[in-house]
């Protein structure tokens, strides 16, 4: 039986944690060691909160929350922290799964080691022991408007503290005090947690998009002047640059190579580092956007060691993922255009050589025609989340609460995004290896790299090589496991 490498440990400080380390813990069990400079933090500012409680108002500790932060809260230990985790955890729908769960957990897990929240440390000691062992709460779905994801981090406050079970495994019980109880849910960790674990995948796809538009481009017998470095200096975007080296890398050739059939390819050969390079662009500034996020202290109020202060603050408003979740999506989706379009291109002969449809058999065999019905059905769904949640908006809590950022939904489409796409890459990769094992010529001056032949023979090992008329959906979910692994990811 093979071994499985043990993961590394993920350090959590509260201000140097990566994507990748929180992509890791959610859909890992590395172990998860709270440093000590994070925990320190921690209690420092549970020791000022506590002293500035003593002698002046402080939202949601001395107060109530929302409209009610008029009303004085009397001293009853846990009372008033149990009674607001408990309304708050009134969120609907489906649970979360085991990985968004477990992001939420070592994004909020992070923030509080920053030091910001005030909340006692042991609450971070029951957070890395849930962590490690495994336990899973059960969090709703929705109740979020991108101005705190109270009503999921009550999901899990309650199972911290024993009052709700774990969906799987347990931890070590936790008491919550009254002043724990909105220190511990003032944050948009689940928001952030799923907007991470999309980020991460959407960056993988697109570079497995680059691989399968070179497969097809092979197949079609695309022009490599398109992606020469003349034409790409004179419009010097990052995104663009970086995906014509990386398509001249896949094909071998040169900054000036002129290789291909025809004079002018499609747009869908001819525009891949103009359309793929501002998705890339669009992602990357999204992951930039999270990084600020992980290690926010973004607490509403503040408790600023360096003030030794409370702040009542905005910080819980996230206009700033929510936008750079809607450009994401927006600048993904006519990267499955693209994709749609060169399926189209592969299954005429016009432009292969080969039979339509890349179908072998008796006449009127339908190949891989079902093919363009499934892209057209992602494409159409990948179409659906380029709305901008940034358009809505509320006023809710009596007129108090008058903006909303609905990064949370911004978040959720991304998800719905990273389905669709997979699927529509899935469909060109299918038909890009099915053309080319039917010997589509490559076109003179493209020697192909080695990584490009090697994604090649690792597809057309594992796609089915039977081309009678058949169904192909088994051929699809092993496409879409395989573009995991041409992305990284």
């Not at 900054?255 to 050969?269: E, I, K, W, Y």
């Not at 192909?448 to 039977?466: D, F, H, K, M, P």
């Amino acid at each position: 039986m093979e071994e499985i490498e043990p993961l590394d440990p993920v350090i959590i400080d509260g201000r140097h944690l990566r994507r990748p380390d929180v992509v890791t813990v959610a859909r890992g069990r590395p172990p998860v060691h709270l440093d000590a400079a994070g925990r320190s933090r921690a209690h420092a500012a549970s020791e000022l909160a506590s002293h500035i409680s003593a002698v002046r108002p402080i939202y949601g500790r001395s107060t109530g929350v929302g409209a009610n932060r008029i009303v004085t809260v009397t001293d009853d230990a846990a009372g008033h922290g149990l009674r607001l985790l408990r309304s708050h955890a009134s969120g609907a729908g489906e649970l979360e799964p085991p990985d968004r769960a477990r992001a939420m957990m070592a994004v909020r897990l992070n923030q509080l080691a920053a030091g910001g929240s005030g909340v006692d440390p042991r609450v971070l000691d029951a957070l890395v022991a849930a962590l490690d062992s495994g336990a899973i709460p059960a969090v709703h779905q929705i109740g979020a408007i991108g101005t705190g994801d109270l009503c999921a981090l009550a999901d899990l406050a309650l199972a911290l503290c024993g009052d709700r079970p774990w969906i799987t495994g347990t931890a070590p019980v936790v008491t919550l005090s009254s002043s724990d109880a909105l220190a511990m849910i003032s944050s948009n960790a689940a928001t952030i947690g799923e907007a991470v674990l999309a980020q991460a995948d959407l960056a993988a796809l697109l570079r497995a998009s680059e691989v399968v538009a070179a497969l097809s481009f092979v197949a079609l017998g695309g022009a490599a002047e398109a992606y020469g470095s003349p034409v790409q200096n004179a419009r010097a975007h990052p995104g663009q640059l970086l995906v014509a080296t990386r398509m001249r890398r896949l094909l071998g050739v040169s900054p000036t190579s002129r290789a291909g059939r025809r004079l002018q390819d499609p747009f869908s050969l001819r525009a891949v580092p103009q359309v793929h390079g501002t998705a890339v662009d669009a992602v990357e500034r999204l992951g930039t956007v999270l990084d600020v996020e992980i290690n926010a202290r973004a607490e509403n109020p503040l408790l600023d060691l360096a003030t030794s202060d409370a702040w009542h603050n905005a910080n819980f408003h996230t206009g700033y993922l929510a936008h750079a979740l809607d450009s994401a999506r927006a600048a993904v989706y006519p990267v499955a255009e693209l994709s749609a379009a060169r399926l189209g291109d592969l299954v005429d002969p016009d432009f292969t050589g080969l039979d339509a449809f890349l179908a072998e058999g008796p006449p009127g065999s339908s190949g891989v025609m079902a093919l363009e019905y499934v892209a057209q059905d992602g494409v159409a769904s990948l179409r659906h989340t380029t709305l901008p949640a940034t358009l809505g908006s509320a006023v809710i809590s009596r007129g108090l609460e008058d903006h909303a950022s609905y990064s949370t939904h911004g978040a959720r489409l991304a998800t719905v995004c990273v389905s669709a796409l997979r699927t529509v890459l899935a469909t060109e990769l299918v038909a890009a290896v099915r053309a080319l094992a039917m010997g589509a010529a490559i076109p003179d001056g493209l020697p192909l790299s080695t990584s490009l032949r090697a994604a090649y023979a690792q597809a057309a090992e594992v796609l089915g090589a039977e081309r009678a008329d058949r169904s192909l959906s088994a051929d699809l979910a092993t496409a879409e496991l395989l573009l995991n692994r041409l992305g990284g990811g």
